[in-house]
Nanobody, 115 residues
């Protein structure tokens, strides 16, 4: 199983970024997927979650209305569209898949929101 995030970077407050998570090594469409983030000195927190077919999504209250999670099962890729970014969104963002008893993580991608 491999999860590879991309798309992070430096953006000004109010800007947008789209993160991608390319998955391999398992039947992507069979599993729920999630985005987490971890800011310096803070615990890792769930940002958004999407069902296998993509029809069910859930968001942390802090990002609801600004972030959109989606997936393309034909490409085995998950996305996180982040709009109206705030400095408090600064964190390393991680892709997560739970396959049975096993928990898989990507290496993370840094998002920095600063003027």
């Amino acid at each position: 199983v491999q999860l590879v995030e991309s798309g992070g970077g430096l953006v000004q407050p109010g800007g947008s970024l789209r993160l991608s998570c390319a998955a391999s090594g398992f039947t992507f469409s069979n599993y729920h997927m999630s985005w987490y983030r971890q800011a310096p000195g803070k615990e890792r927190e769930l940002v958004a979650h999407i069902s296998g077919a993509g029809g069910i999504t859930n968001y942390a209250a802090s990002v609801k209305g600004r972030f959109t999670i989606s997936r393309d099962n034909a490409k085995s890729t998950m996305y996180l569209q982040m709009n109206s970014l705030k400095p408090e969104d600064t964190a390393v963002y991680y892709c997560n898949a739970v396959l049975g008893r096993y928990d898989y993580w990507g290496q993370g991608t840094q998002v920095t929101v600063s003027s």
